[in-house]
């Protein structure tokens, strides 16, 4: 079974209505069964919480991640499916490095994230994007349209890309402070 999985640990700015709000977004657009799990206990701090999304046998299957700042727009299944055992975002600043905001993976593919972690990456790495895209190089990146950046390619019209999936909403605003979005019909 697919599991979507979120990070919602204490002392960051999200909490359960963040949690909530992304569950039913996935559940209108996902048209499958899945299984939710949050990780909301970690002993890293901030992003840095996402690095244990990978701890070897947390999860089986197919792995939806989903950062609870994104919003979805249409249609997951393309993301699911989409056919590598590890895929993700080319970030939108850094094209040569991920955007972890949108993953898809097999359990077990990212083992290496969490198995090779050290309070040193911390010092090394600009967050845990910088080091899931060190330790997976040849991780696939999922068609631009299908993750596009709110501040790229939403705010200025307002109106979301008819390929979107996924409205990415690195930095400021995010998606709850501003009325709603103009979607493509799917």
């Not at 919602?8 to 209108?28: N, S």
């Not at 993750?147 to 019209?157: F, K």
Request: net charge neutral.
């Amino acid at each position: 079974m697919l599991t979507v999985a979120m990070v919602c640990v204490p002392g960051g700015e999200y909490d359960r209505t963040h949690v909530r709000r992304l569950a039913i977004q996935v559940g209108k657009h996902l048209g499958r069964p899945f299984t939710l799990q949050s990780i909301v206990k970690s002993d890293k701090p901030g992003w840095w919480a996402k690095i244990d999304l990978f701890q070897p046998g947390r999860f089986r299957g197919r792995v939806l991640y989903l950062d609870l700042d994104t919003t979805v727009v249409g249609s997951l299944v393309d993301i699911v499916d989409f056919p590598h055992p590890f895929a993700c975002i080319k970030d939108y600043q850094h094209p040569l490095t991920m955007n972890s905001s949108v993953m898809v993976w097999d359990a077990g593919e990212g083992d290496a994230i969490y198995n090779n972690f050290r309070p040193a990456v911390m010092k090394q790495f600009h967050g845990d994007q910088g080091y899931i895209s060190h330790t997976m190089p040849g991780a696939a990146r999922f068609p631009a349209p299908w993750c596009v950046s709110y501040r790229q390619s939403v705010q200025s019209t307002g109106i979301v890309p008819d390929d979107a999936r996924v409205v990415v909403w690195h930095g400021q605003p995010k998606p709850w402070t501003l009325e709603e979005l103009t979607c493509p019909t799917s």
